[in-house]
């Protein structure tokens, strides 16, 4: 069986930063490499009849606070000590959604991914003004003003609206998920099962592949 393994991510999602800084280690122990997905949140929470945690849980109490304890407590298990919630939090992120699928038929979708997540969430910049972007991108040796500019063509928006369908297609309710195969996995804190099933699938592969005969 062939691993086919997709991270879909929107970058005003902190959980979403937060697992993709642990997925590098989890393609050296493994030897796999994710599928970064563009989608876009705004998009899957309306389809979905889904609400951001601080709208559905605002009057449970505790649970809120109890959210804040759950990311404190994942950032020092994995030692991500650049984190910084961004003090614009909600930010628009349609551009930059856009500006994902842009980079991507550009040529410079990774590099433009680690900038944006660094901006929002280590830098904590107003990554909802086009101008802030642009400045983001040209400092981290991107042509901001290009990737900005495709961002606004029709086939990107397509692709980015084809993505966010797709995605709510296949069960995705919320921001980050993965799918291991047809595996879905929601939320930052099911990562380990994710490297579990991983692991899983290879170990099954490994076991049914044809013994070689050598003459």
């Given at each position: 069986m062939?691993?086919?393994?997709?991270?879909?991510?929107?970058?005003?999602?902190?959980?979403?930063?937060?697992?993709?800084?642990?997925?590098?280690?989890?393609?050296?122990?493994?030897?796999?490499?994710?599928?970064?997905?563009?989608?876009?949140?705004?998009?899957?929470?309306?389809?979905?009849?889904?609400?951001?945690?601080?709208?559905?849980?605002?009057?449970?109490?505790g649970?809120?606070?109890?959210?804040?304890?759950?990311?404190?407590?994942?950032?020092?298990?994995?030692?991500?000590?650049?984190?910084?919630?961004?003090?614009?939090?909600?930010?628009?992120?349609?551009?930059?959604?856009?500006?994902?699928?842009?980079?991507?038929?550009?040529?410079?979708?990774?590099?433009?991914?680690?900038?944006?997540?660094?901006?929002?969430?280590?830098?904590?910049?107003?990554?909802?003004?086009?101008?802030?972007?642009?400045?983001?991108?040209?400092?981290?040796?991107?042509?901001?003003?290009?990737?900005?500019?495709?961002?606004?063509?029709?086939?990107?928006k397509?692709?980015?609206?084809?993505?966010?369908?797709?995605?709510?297609?296949?069960?995705?309710?919320?921001?980050?998920?993965?799918?291991?195969?047809?595996?879905?996995?929601?939320?930052?804190?099911?990562?380990?099962?994710?490297?579990?099933?991983?692991?899983?699938?290879?170990?099954?592969?490994?076991?049914?592949?044809?013994?070689?005969?050598?003459?």
């Amino acid at each position: 069986m062939t691993l086919d393994l997709q991270f879909h991510f929107d970058f005003g999602s902190p959980n979403a930063y937060l697992v993709h800084r642990v997925i590098p280690d989890i393609e050296i122990r493994t030897g796999v490499r994710f599928d970064y997905v563009p989608v876009l949140l705004g998009g899957i929470m309306r389809a979905t009849n889904n609400k951001p945690p601080m709208i559905a849980f605002a009057e449970v109490k505790g649970k809120t606070d109890y959210i804040r304890l759950e990311i404190k407590r994942f950032v020092a298990k994995y030692g991500l000590d650049k984190f910084r919630f961004n003090p614009n939090f909600p930010v628009n992120t349609l551009q930059l959604m856009r500006g994902a699928v842009a980079a991507d038929m550009e040529n410079v979708f990774m590099p433009y991914v680690e900038a944006m997540f660094c901006g929002m969430w280590e830098d904590g910049l107003k990554l909802d003004d086009p101008a802030v972007i642009i400045g983001t991108l040209n400092a981290a040796g991107l042509d901001g003003e290009r990737i900005m500019q495709r961002a606004q063509d029709d086939d990107v928006k397509a692709k980015l609206l084809a993505n966010s369908e797709a995605t709510v297609a296949r069960g995705t309710f919320g921001i980050p998920t993965i799918f291991v195969n047809d595996e879905i996995y929601f939320g930052k804190d099911t990562i380990r099962d994710v490297e579990e099933e991983i692991v899983r699938v290879q170990q099954a592969e490994a076991q049914t592949e044809p013994v070689r005969e050598f003459p």
